[in-house]
Nanobody, 120 residues
Framework: QVQLVESGGGLVQAGGSLRLSCAASGRTINGYTMGWFRQAPGKEREFVAS??????DYADSVKGRFTISEDNAKNTVFLQMNSLKPEDTAVYYC???????????????WGQGTQVTVSS
């Protein structure tokens, strides 16, 4: 079975940085699209970033601040988050899918989520 485990979330002040990790097992991420989504209280889950063989995609709200990357040797995907803003506060979810996509329904496996809180 495919398992995705996020880590690296926490509390950070505005302007700070965090790096989220998503360790995958049961699936070699090099052959799949890996994505990050987030969900804030009272809001719908939204796309943040994705990476696949053909390139990367970013939500407009995080372009220039967040970077998605992979370490294939570790079978891990990362989300480097810089210049964090209070509006970035959310539970961040790692996901895996078969095709390049920016909507959640195209991903078939999900992690449990990791909380990111950005204080003013």
């Amino acid at each position: 079975q495919v398992q995705l485990v996020e880590s690296g979330g926490g509390l950070v002040q505005a302007g700070g940085s965090l790096r989220l990790s998503c360790a995958a097992s049961g699936r070699t991420i090099n052959g799949y699209t890996m994505g990050w989504f987030r969900q804030a209280p009272g809001k719908e889950r939204e796309f943040v970033a994705s990476i696949t063989w053909s390139g990367t995609d970013y939500a407009d709200s995080v372009k220039g601040r967040f970077t998605i990357s992979e370490d294939n040797a570790k079978n891990t995907v990362f989300l480097q988050m810089n210049s964090l803003k209070p509006e970035d506060t959310a539970v961040y979810y790692c996901a895996s899918g078969s095709k390049r996509a920016t909507i959640a329904r195209h991903y078939d496996y999900w992690g449990q989520g990791t909380q990111v809180t950005v204080s003013s």
